[in-house]
């Protein structure tokens, strides 16, 4: 949950006439998408900052489902109309709900996310662009205590149903920020405290022999490339994950697993 200093915009759940009027398979209204599946719809729906428009249900999904207050009421479907209104291939466990995006946080805001937490750790992705990869990061993040995901507002995946569904709930956890320039979000991060340690294998250091404490923003490049040159320049210190010659790396959203796994165990507060 978001804390103070965050530039949302206070949420409404009103439910507009047209969208209840609309049938299940007209297209989404202006910016609206749909989420799905059983992580990511009950996600939002327990997020006071998520617009909900719709919620559509087959009778068995429906009867573990409980609305909040002013929220959408279900509307019952079956299997096909929901396979039908989603993109293919897309696993709906029988559950999908029509949404506006979530209210933005800017990278400006992360020192007010992170107040209470001189050990707070972000994760900076540059360049990653599987939508897939970016939800598990999420996941990921939201599993380790990552307070905020941060990434270029360009040459990124969209915040859409199938990055949800990557992130089983987490995208409504953990905020997704958009950076205008990536170089810039780091030094700001630095001003607000922080450590940039960027992951490259080819680092003279492993990660656990780093000794960095305090504030970390954890910096990944983009599958197959890595970092690029500036965002590896901006970054304080880089270390590598210690891997056998059996792989040449590991996929993006598993060496953020592992990374954030490291930094989480160096902190009491950071594990369960």
Same mark, same amino acid.
């Given at each position: 949950?978001l ?17 209840s009027?609309?049938? /299940?398979?007209?297209p989404?209204?202006?910016?609206a ?19 909900? &428009?719709?919620?559509?249900?087959t ?26 209104l989603l993109?293919e ?10 949404a ?5 946080v800017?990278?400006?805001?992360v020192a ?5 937490? /001189? ?15 970016v ?5 990921s ?14 040459h990124? /995946? ?12 987490a995208?409504e ?9 990536l170089?810039?979000? &780091? ?34 490049g983009?599958?197959?490339t ?8 901006t ?5 590598r994950?210690?891997?056998t ?11 953020a ?10 902190t ?5």
């Open positions: 949950m804390e103070l200093g965050m530039r949302r915009r206070p949420p409404t759940r009103r439910r507009s006439a047209a969208a009027r609309a049938h /299940p398979g007209a989404p209204p202006g910016d998408l749909w989420l799905w599946g059983r992580h990511p719809v009950a996600a939002a729906l327990a997020n006071p900052e998520r617009r909900l &428009l719709r919620l559509l249900a009778p068995e999904a429906a009867r573990d489902l409980i609305p909040p207050a002013g929220g959408p009421e279900p509307e019952p479907v079956d299997r096909d109309t929901l396979g039908r993109p291939g897309a696993v709906h466990q029988g559950l999908a709900a029509l506006r995006p979530l209210p933005e800017a990278v400006e805001d007010g996310l992170c107040q209470d937490d /001189p050990a707070a750790r972000v994760v900076v992705l540059d360049r990653a662009q599987d939508p897939h990869n939800g598990a990061v999420l996941r993040a939201a599993a380790f205590g990552g307070r905020a995901v941060i990434l270029p507002r360009d990124a /995946p969209d915040a859409t149903g199938v990055l949800a569904k990557a992130a089983s709930g995208l956890r953990v905020p997704l920020i958009r950076a205008t320039n170089a810039r979000a &780091l030094n700001r991060l630095k001003d607000d405290g922080f450590w940039c340690l960027g992951l490259d294998g080819r680092a003279e250091r492993t990660l656990g022999e780093t000794a960095t404490d305090g504030r970390i923003a954890l910096v990944l983009a599958e197959g890595g970092l690029r040159r500036l965002t590896r320049e970054c304080d210190l880089l270390a994950i210690p891997i010659s059996a792989v040449e790396s590991l996929n993006l959203s598993n060496a697993a592992v990374a954030l796994y490291e930094l989480a165990a160096r009491p507060r950071g594990m369960p």
